[in-house]
């Protein structure tokens, strides 16, 4: 773990207007610096709606916060007649790190597959903004106990045509399906055997260099309770956080889990 810098990335989802927004990242730097967080030990990402990207990086950019800002979806175009959507350049402009792909509410309310994640991931890295890959099985799958294979064919398909240097800017998060949202935490040992499983089949192809590298994040029902012994694990390198990032006190002692 030595090599990695643990990351925690905070999944507004669908919340929030713009002062809200503002308001939420002003409270959790304050708390932050209160607490003494080493930003350079533990990096911080906040990944807001689009509608309220443009007032958060304002925010960052004129306080020069240490805490970057991402987005939880992008367009596998990169410009033209694709109403609604949004491309990675214009996240790019907008001074966004990380987008979110293949996140499972996406792959379940808009039918994503591997597919089109895979090439949102592309899209991703060709406007320079690091995607966290998000992947992990179902209920059915984990009783059946195919949760491993499942979630490893998952990382296979969506780093197609991936090259090893891209690798660097590649995060990849565990979310079993089952612990999103319903309070249901996988155990430090559940989140290390898949976790270590994906480092596995990224070293089996890229090679153990890119493997010791990339960051492995788990996600589902982390709060400042539970974060440390999920961290505890030498393949977990971070969370994905959702329902506790809305909350400053909540995700800064989640950040500050050291
Ligand atoms: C998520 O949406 O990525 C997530 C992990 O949500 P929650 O923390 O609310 O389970």
Known sequence: RAERTPLMAGNW?????HREAVHLVQK???ILQDKKHDFDAVEVVVLPSFTNIRSVQTLIDGDRLRIRH???DLSPHDKGAYTGDVSGAMLAKLGCSYVVVGHSERR???REDDTIVNAKLQAALRHGIRPILCVGEGLDVRKEGRHVEYTVGQVQAALDGVKAEQMSDVVIAYEPVWAIGTGEVATPDDAQE????IRKVVGDRFGDDVARGVRVLYGGSVKASNVAGIMAKPDVDGALVGGASLDPEEF???????
């Open 13 to 17: 989802k669908m919340n929030l207007d």
């Open 28 to 30: 959790l730097a304050w």
């Open 70 to 72: 991402g987005a939880q």
């Open 108 to 110: 379940q309310h808009h």
């Open 194 to 197: 898949v976790c270590a499983a």
């Open 252 to 258: 800064a002692g989640i950040c500050r889990y050291y």
